[in-house]
Nanobody, 117 residues
Framework: QEQLVESGGGLVQAGGSLRLSCAASGIMFSAFVMGWYRQAPGKQRELVATISSGGSINYADFAPGRFTISRDNAKSTVALQMNSLKPEDTAVYYC???????????WGQGIQVTVSS
């Protein structure tokens, strides 16, 4: 069964850092584009970053310089390092997997990140 499990969220003060991790199981990890989305209260879910199996990365406009996405194909994990966090980064962060060619898409259950001012 396909599963994405996030970890590493929590409460942090503005200017602090968090590292989110997502462990994938039940999928051929190397065939999937992995990524992170987030959804703040009252807002639509939005892209944070994606990374292909070969390492091609796409960031949302707010991410470069503060957020770094990485993946470990051997361990079937994807991480999001978040630095210089701001209160507006407060959201539920979702791990995402999309097959590079097929329509298969999977989501994690989401993990809360709260940045206090």
């Amino acid at each position: 069964q396909e599963q994405l499990v996030e970890s590493g969220g929590g409460l942090v003060q503005a200017g602090g850092s968090l590292r989110l991790s997502c462990a994938a199981s039940g999928i051929m990890f190397s065939a999937f584009v992995m990524g992170w989305y987030r959804q703040a209260p009252g807002k639509q879910r939005e892209l944070v970053a994606t990374i292909s199996s070969g390492g091609s990365i796409n960031y949302a406009d707010f991410a470069p310089g503060r957020f770094t996405i990485s993946r470990d194909n051997a361990k079937s994990t994807v991480a999001l390092q978040m630095n210089s966090l701001k209160p507006e980064d407060t959201a539920v962060y979702y791990c995402y997997a999309r097959h590079w060619r097929l329509s298969n898409t999977y989501w994690g259950q989401g993990i809360q990140v709260t940045v206090s001012s």
